[in-house]
């Protein structure tokens, strides 16, 4: 029988799984936020995640639940699983994407290499937390925050005064080590609820405003012991949360040649859009593999390189759709995908891959042929 | 503006447009035959496609109307196009894949090397084609054939006494010379209404009782001279004809080394299923692009080889889709694109494609992915 999967939320990530769906013959199902989203054309149902008979009500017909993002409340996802669903990830595994304190702990039980970081309650506490790591910090707000929103570097305690304000009553905020890193990579892996883990190359990650704006994979210099030990963070991390579905796990690469963990995502990640056009296997494709229960792909990349740059904000006037001519006749070989969003100033409303032979090309195409977007 | 285009005809090759349109930022809009057919979540009109009045009201709100098949008889096009309306390819490129003998009289016009063929209009006038050609000839219905159907190779005038009868009065027949031939080939061509080309490799496809069973891409030992020559005969075709969108054209290779023009399609051909997965653009988003008058994007392969085996008929018993697990467990390479259709003997339901470095490997894998299906 045809494998109904319903995604909660109508953003680009869901949009995204629409095309391997198609291939793959599963029927997909989108609870989206509104109408007119990104995944417009799969949503059978119009909603709020936090409603719980919203949530039931869509469930009830499709054989498992899946995410665009991570924002359902516990409450609600552990009324489904109470209810019988196949929910993937599941709650036990989303709360370490959806509270960065609990994350934090539950990695240091696992022995996962990360910077120092401690609760703060209050500035007096985050004060000491500066004082005993260089003088500087990064202060994050443990809940909600995504693209840079609910991260913000601090040199005393008293600058982050309004987050303490807006906290709760015996809430604290996470306090962590400011990193001294050369570069960002990031590690995906996939795991079905049976089990099996593949994991996908390492990759660069390049942010800038807190936001990505490019990959490339592999990443460019990584020697044998660096793959290896991202790989096996992203393996323990994977199966000691029991993660289902995609896993990407942020790194910071130090100036001393250490792998911290900086952030985990449960879901397909910005960081994987390369794999759409690079690798044998998506990660959208591999998603739907995973929190099906089907046996995972190959995650091989098809070239030596592919470079994915995001189109972040789109044209000041007109319409996205209206710079496609240009890009594609100056840049053939360049793969656009788009989000069927309104563009707004910093807002993710594409991303192009280039894959190739050669690393510098492959960056300077995929550039450029973003821009004509801008 | 967000382009919207109408596909007339709801199968696998309209279904096969879903994923590169959602990617593209495009509107797909399908006018089905039925309820429930391949192409059903882009479905936005079911009805009878040589009904004018159905096929105006569906063309009403797309931008550009293309095909899933050739069968739109000449008055509903024309109609459309005295309309107004965009329709690619256009009725007068169209009319040389919907009749066997006005496409076999142009081509004669172009000069392209096809073989010798007549109108025969009875049994007398086949003999004498028979006799004149070796004692055999291969027999067509002008209209209306596909996969093997309409297509007999007969001996005597006799044998197509039964197709004479069925002929209206004055309709000829088409016969052709039985081609002694040494393998199949396809050349795919993509032209926009602006008149830009480009052109595919050369593929070998291999042929079971008139279907098309496998394609390897490129053909193997197709030295430049047949690359060559399949390519100009593609470029000439297209633009002597005037096609918008993907053209396929059948190919004989012969015992002397000619290559010999046997059929033509006007729309993504199952000769270029691997490019979903081996070329940089694959043929259904370069059906797309080039309908829409966009760029056509680049169309070098992703892999020495790519390997394409059809699913014919599925399994006996049970779903298609129960037989995915362990062909993806066995063969994580394979790309598995399902239709949506329910099995029944000689139906295509899907089909694999394996890219790789090794064409044997890559022939027994996808061989061997594909038979889980049966």
Redesign the interface.
Known sequence: ???RVGVIGGGQLA??M???A????LELRVLAEDEGMSAQ??ATAVGDYRDLETVRSFVRDVDVVTFDHEHVPQEVLRALVADGVQVHPGPDALQFAQDKLVMRARLAELGVPQPDWAPVHDEGELQRFIDEHGGGAVVKTPRGGYDGKGVRVVRAGADAADWFDAAGEGEALLAEELVSFTRELAQQVARRPSGQI?AYPVVETVQRDGVCAEVIAPAPDAHDRLVQVAEQIGRRIAEGIGVTGMLAVELFETDDERILVNELAMRPHNSGHWS?DGS??GQFEQHL?AVAD?????T?P??PWTVMVNILGGPAEG????R??RA??EH??A??????KSPRPGRKV?HVNV?GDDLDDAVYTARAAADHFL
Chains 1, 2 share one sequence.
Do not use: C, N, W
């Open positions: 029988m045809t494998v949009r995204m629409i095309a391997p198609v291939e793959l013959g054309l799969a593949v759409q044998v296997t593999r089907l046996p995972l792909g190959a091989e098809r070239s319409a996205l759709e209206d496609f001519a594609m006749a053939p070989e793969k656009v995908h788009t989000y069927g594409g894959s």
